[in-house]
C-alpha cells in the first residue's frame, strides 16, 4: 500500500521558518519525481514546488521563490520543504503529493502563519 | 501561463441522476509528446485530494466506471453517470502539459446533493 506521511506543520510567526517532511512507502520513490501542493483554508489547490527523481531539476512557484526549498533524500525515501520567510498568505495544508502526475497525495499537514 | 477554468462552480445533484462537470484551458493541452496531460481529482469533505482521471479518460485504480473522462485540446468534460451519496466533494481539472508552472489546477467544482 502507497503512503505519503506528512510531519513538521504547526504555528509560526511571520519571518519565520519551518521544515516540512514527507515520507514515502509502497512505491520506488527514488524513480518519481515528487512535489509540494498547498491549500489555504476554504480555497482552492495550488501546486508549490517540484523536484525530479535525481534532484536535478527543481520549479518553484512565483508565489514561494526565493522563500522556499525542496530537496529529498532517496536513501531515506524522502521529501522537503524548507520554509523560510514565511507570510500569513502561506497558510495552508500541504500536501506531498507524486508519482505520474500527482497519483499520490499524502494527507497533508496545516501550517499556520500568524502572530 | 495555462489558465484553467470550471463549470459550474456549484452543482447540486439529485441521487442517481447524472452529473457534468466543464474544464477548459487557455491554450491546447496536447504535449509535443503526443500526450495530452489533463486530470481530474476529487477531494471529498475533511479528506486529501484524490485523483480520478489522468490523461483525459484514463481512471485510476479502483475509480467506480461511472465516473468517466472525455474531451480534446482546449475542452474536456468529466461525467458522473449516476451519482452516489459518497461522491459530495469538490472536483478539480488540472494541467500537466505546460512547464512552468508544473501543475495548473482548476478553481473546483463543488459537488452537492440537492
Known amino acids: 500500500e502507497v503512503q505519503l506521511v506528512e510531519s513538521g506543520g504547526g504555528l509560526v510567526q511571520p519571518g519565520g521558518s519551518l521544515r516540512l517532511s514527507c515520507a514515502a512507502s509502497g512505491f520506488t520513490f527514488s524513480s518519481y519525481s515528487m512535489n509540494w501542493v498547498r491549500q489555504a483554508p476554504g480555497k482552492g489547490l495550488e501546486w508549490v514546488s517540484y523536484?525530479?527523481?535525481?534532484?536535478?531539476?527543481?520549479y518553484y512557484a512565483d508565489s514561494v521563490k526565493g522563500r522556499f526549498t525542496i530537496s529529498r533524500d532517496n536513501a531515506k525515501n524522502s521529501l522537503y520543504l524548507q520554509m523560510n520567510s514565511l507570510r500569513a498568505e502561506d497558510t495552508a495544508v500541504y500536501y506531498c503529493?507524486?508519482?505520474?502526475?500527482?497519483?499520490?497525495w499524502g494527507q497533508g499537514t496545516l501550517v499556520t502563519v500568524s502572530s | 501561463d495555462v489558465v484553467m477554468t470550471q463549470s459550474p462552480l456549484s452543482l447540486p445533484v439529485t441521487l442517481g441522476q447524472p452529473a457534468s462537470i466543464s474544464c477548459r484551458s487557455s491554450?491546447?493541452?496536447?504535449?509535443?509528446?503526443?500526450?495530452?496531460?489533463l486530470n481530474w481529482f476529487q477531494q471529498r469533505p475533511g479528506q486529501s485530494p484524490r485523483r480520478l482521471i489522468y490523461?483525459?479518460?484514463n481512471r485510476d485504480s479502483g475509480v467506480p466506471d461511472r465516473f468517466s473522462g472525455s474531451g480534446s485540446g482546449t475542452d474536456f468534460t468529466l461525467k458522473i453517470s449516476r451519482v452516489e451519496a459518497e461522491d459530495v466533494g469538490v472536483y478539480y481539472c488540472?494541467?500537466?502539459?505546460?512547464?512552468?508552472?508544473?501543475?495548473?489546477f482548476g478553481p473546483g467544482t463543488k459537488v452537492d446533493i440537492k
Open positions: 491554450q491546447s493541452l496536447v504535449h509535443s509528446d503526443g500526450n495530452t496531460y
Open positions: 488540472m494541467q500537466g502539459t505546460h512547464w512552468p508552472p508544473i501543475f495548473t
Open positions: 503529493a507524486g508519482w505520474l502526475q500527482l497519483g499520490y
Open positions: 523536484i525530479s527523481s535525481s534532484s536535478s531539476t527543481i
Open positions: 490523461k483525459v479518460s
